[in-house]
């Protein structure tokens, strides 16, 4: 399965600033998702990345928050705007593969995002 | 819609069993079972499509209900590697295929 790096690992920032996290895959991909992990929550899709297109947002994330680039195959940022404290969160980067006849996950490490 | 995982955690010791629930309202196509180890990515477990199905690896193994609405994992033996937090993602019929995530257990194995 693709390897998947992200930068930074972890991040303190300032309320009101922005960040931009990296995701690296080691082969290309059609699709990348962005996943919100918030302190002992659940996976939650924040939105798809396809390359060459705008990113398909999931209810309650938008662009302007939370916009996404993905300028090729094996490269996508996510950027997170105007940060609050609510903002806290591991923010994690996925790509699909086929198992078993069903398309599954691989995750990167996630960055571990601290807004003060 | 998020499927409901029971329980929320389970502590163990080695050696003993433990069983891990995902139940949705509505049919599902598919159920997602993964786990976390803490700091660490989520890792793929393994994957159900069909009613009645059951499989498993190792000493985890996991089965998917005939109405499709219920998936349990079952941890027999527990090693101290099989703390983490164990998600279960579901699919339904005519939704997308990206699995939506349950809340999650934690599970803590200790010597």
């Known amino acids: 399965s693709a390897v998947i790096s992200q930068k930074p690992s972890r991040d303190i920032c300032q309320r009101g600033t922005s960040l931009t996290i990296q995701c690296q895959v080691d082969?290309?991909?059609?699709?990348m998702f962005w996943y919100r992990q918030q302190p002992g929550q659940s996976l939650t899709l924040i939105a798809t990345?396809?390359?060459?297109?705008?990113?398909?947002?999931e209810s309650g994330f938008v662009i302007d928050k939370f916009p996404i680039s993905r300028p090729n195959l094996t490269f996508s940022t996510l950027t997170v705007s105007n940060m609050s404290p609510e903002d806290s969160s591991i923010y994690l980067c996925?790509?699909?593969?086929?198992?078993?006849?069903?398309?599954?996950?691989?995750f990167g490490a996630g960055s571990r995002l601290t807004v003060l | 819609q998020q499927p409901v995982q029971s329980p929320q955690a389970v502590i163990l010791r080695e050696g003993e069993d433990a069983v891990i629930n995902c139940s949705s309202s509505?049919?599902?196509?598919?159920v997602h079972w993964y786990r976390q180890k803490h700091g660490e990515a989520p890792v793929f477990l393994m994957i159900?499509?069909?009613?009645?199905e059951q499989k498993g690896h190792d000493k985890i193994s996991a089965s998917f209900n005939e109405k499709k609405q219920q998936s349990s994992l079952y941890l027999t033996a527990s090693q101290l590697s099989y703390s983490g937090t164990y998600f279960c993602?579901?699919?339904?019929?005519?939704?997308?295929?990206?699995?939506?995530f349950g809340r999650g257990t934690s599970l803590i194995v200790h010597p």
């Open positions: 996925s790509v699909d593969r086929l198992s078993s006849g069903a398309n599954v996950l691989t």
């Open positions: 082969s290309q991909v059609t699709m």
């Open positions: 990345a396809n390359q060459g297109s705008e990113a398909t947002y």
């Open positions: 993602g579901t699919e339904t019929s005519g939704g997308s295929y990206i699995p939506t």
């Open positions: 159900l499509l069909k009613g009645g």
């Open positions: 509505k049919a599902l196509y598919s």
